[in-house]
């Protein structure tokens, strides 16, 4: 390792920490490199950092000297307690205009009180989504920072060198906003990401216990689809999964339990979802799935009560897989719409100056929800800034009524087959109560104001008048104070 001074500083040599400092290295930075176990910093020079722009450290205070100044410092350790630690540690080194990054997925509230915190030292904070896994963090990930605006020209060069490209070679990073916003993003886009995945699983149950198809007979479907409007990383690795076999040829899929982790970002997002009101519903039953499948010993021992088994599809399997397409895109437009309207509600609520199409701009590469699709978000809002839903789009509008039909027929047959698709049809629910005109809301209301007074708007009056009616004539006048939980 070389003892130059060092552009920028990384802390956190797992995984991605050491992927990211072999990307920063190659497009021509020097980097200072610690973590708190030295032992892992001696064996990343001696190898796959050796003879390269790397300065190691084995102390705090030597790290910090090692940078020039304004001294740029990524830290990439686990969420949460650990992020506050390693910041308590590092702020008595620093001096003012110094810039603290947070690479990890960190609840986007933290960082909007870490800088505060930071911003009240004088320090600079950026909180920065970093998306495409370990080979994204070398090859070039989607980056969406945000937090201190002043940090922004001295990361910018760096960030914007060693992030991912559009095929029009446009940089997959852009300034999302102030405080939490970059990792407020970070978090829709896992929610997404959620959304996807679980999209993808149900049509390939689907295929796999209600058709029958074989691993081969599904790789080649998502080999199809991979080349269509699904063109996407999911859809590719999908396709890849489906036709690895390992040295004994077995399929390793069906050698993989089916109990499905998380480390806590889709849950994040639907509660924001819920405290902000908005009917993130798709992404909701994503996550809800993913507990399902966690249950794995009880649904062993229910299906041996309630009966497992499931019904064989009779109709045209060709005919079948089609409308699969189509509704996998159809439910996949939806979930990009719910989750640019949780984008929508946090920018008002934090005063935000969110750049919609530009997030899609930055998803488009590098991350895991890559897509061709990206692209027309990103002409969408191009042609509306102030959009208020995908689907009031004239392209996402077309897109998903041209689709409905074969939509609404994979979602009945699953329902006939006994094979549970809650996001492709929470996504078809929502998309028939967001086209309603008038929902049963009404009797709700009058049920609130029957059993607890709560009050009810009437169509014949202006909004914001409230109304009781003593349904049982034994009520009275009281009513309970309106307000919104």
């Given at each position: 390792m070389h003892?130059?001074?060092?552009?920028?500083?990384?802390?956190?040599?797992?995984?991605?920490?050491?992927?990211?400092?072999?990307?920063?290295?190659?497009?021509?930075?020097?980097?200072?490199?610690?973590?708190?176990?030295?032992?892992?910093?001696?064996?990343?020079?001696?190898?796959?950092?050796?003879?390269?722009?790397?300065?190691?450290?084995?102390?705090?205070a030597g790290f910090v000297a090692a940078l020039q100044r304004p001294r740029r410092i990524i830290m990439l350790v686990k969420a949460g307690a650990p992020v506050d630690e390693l910041i308590g540690q590092l702020a008595p080194l620093l001096e003012p205009g110094d810039i603290l990054i947070d690479g990890g997925n960190s609840l986007y509230t933290d960082t909007i009180r870490r800088a505060r915190d930071a911003e009240a030292r004088g320090l600079l904070y950026v909180g920065s989504g970093v998306s495409g896994g370990e080979e994204g963090a070398l090859r070039g990930p989607s980056l969406m920072p945000g937090g201190s605006p002043a940090a922004w020209p001295h990361i910018r060069p760096i960030f914007q060198a060693i992030c991912a490209r559009t095929p029009e070679g446009e940089p997959c990073c852009d300034w999302m906003g102030e405080d939490g916003a970059g990792h407020f993003v970070k978090m829709v886009h896992n929610g997404i990401e959620y959304g996807d995945m679980q999209l993808i699983g149900e049509t390939y149950d689907l295929m796999k216990r209600g058709l029958g198809l074989d691993h081969a007979a599904m790789h080649a479907v998502f080999a199809e689809w991979n080349r269509s409007e699904l063109d996407s990383f999911l859809i590719e690795i999908t396709r890849d999964i489906l036709g690895y076999r390992d040295a004994a040829g077995e399929d390793v899929l069906e050698l993989i339990l089916d109990a499905a982790g998380q480390k806590g970002t889709g849950k994040w997002t639907v509660s924001e979802?819920?405290?902000?009101?908005?009917?993130?519903?798709?992404?909701?039953?994503?996550?809800?799935?993913?507990?399902?499948?966690?249950?794995?010993?009880?649904?062993?021992?229910?299906?041996?009560?309630?009966?497992?088994?499931?019904?064989?599809?009779?109709?045209?399997?060709?005919?079948?897989?089609?409308?699969?397409?189509?509704?996998?895109?159809?439910?996949?437009?939806?979930?990009?719409?719910?989750?640019?309207?949780?984008?929508?509600?946090?920018?008002?609520?934090?005063?935000?100056?969110?750049?919609?199409?530009?997030?899609?701009?930055?998803?488009?590469?590098?991350?895991?929800?890559?897509?061709?699709?990206?692209?027309?978000?990103?002409?969408?809002?191009?042609?509306?800034?102030?959009?208020?839903?995908?689907?009031?789009?004239?392209?996402?509008?077309?897109?998903?009524?041209?689709?409905?039909?074969?939509?609404?027929?994979?979602?009945?047959?699953?329902?006939?087959?006994?094979?549970?698709?809650?996001?492709?049809?929470?996504?078809?629910?929502?998309?028939?109560?967001?086209?309603?005109?008038?929902?049963?809301?009404?009797?709700?209301?009058?049920?609130?104001?029957?059993?607890?007074?709560?009050?009810?708007?009437?169509?014949d009056r202006p909004r914001g008048e409230f109304h009781h009616t003593n349904w049982t004539g034994r009520g009275g006048a009281t009513t309970s104070q309106t307000y919104v939980a």
């Open positions: 003892n130059a001074s060092a552009d920028i500083g990384l802390i956190g040599l797992a995984v991605m920490g050491e992927n990211l400092a072999l990307n920063i290295e190659s497009r021509g930075f020097t980097v200072a490199v610690y973590n708190r176990t030295p032992a892992k910093v001696e064996a990343f020079g001696q190898g796959r950092g050796a003879g390269r722009r790397f300065v190691g450290a084995t102390d705090l979802a819920l405290e902000a009101g908005v009917p993130l519903t798709l992404i909701g039953e994503a996550v809800f799935a993913r507990n399902l499948s966690a249950a794995k010993d009880e649904r062993v021992a229910a299906a041996r009560v309630l009966g497992g088994e499931v019904a064989r599809f009779a109709g045209d399997q060709r005919s079948f897989i089609d409308d699969l397409r189509q509704a996998l895109y159809a439910a996949k437009i939806v979930s990009y719409a719910q989750g640019y309207q949780l984008l929508r509600a946090a920018a008002a609520s934090h005063h935000w100056n969110l750049n919609y199409g530009g997030i899609a701009l930055v998803w488009r590469g590098g991350c895991i929800i890559r897509s061709v699709f990206l692209g027309e978000i990103k002409q969408a809002y191009d042609r509306d800034p102030g959009l208020a839903n995908l689907l009031l789009d004239p392209f996402f509008r077309d897109a998903v009524l041209a689709r409905q039909a074969a939509w609404r027929r994979v979602v009945g047959t699953a329902v006939q087959l006994g094979i549970p698709a809650p996001c492709l049809g929470a996504a078809l629910a929502w998309f028939d109560g967001y086209r309603s005109a008038r929902l049963p809301a009404n009797l709700l209301q009058a049920q609130r104001d029957y059993f607890g007074a709560h009050t009810y708007e009437r169509v």
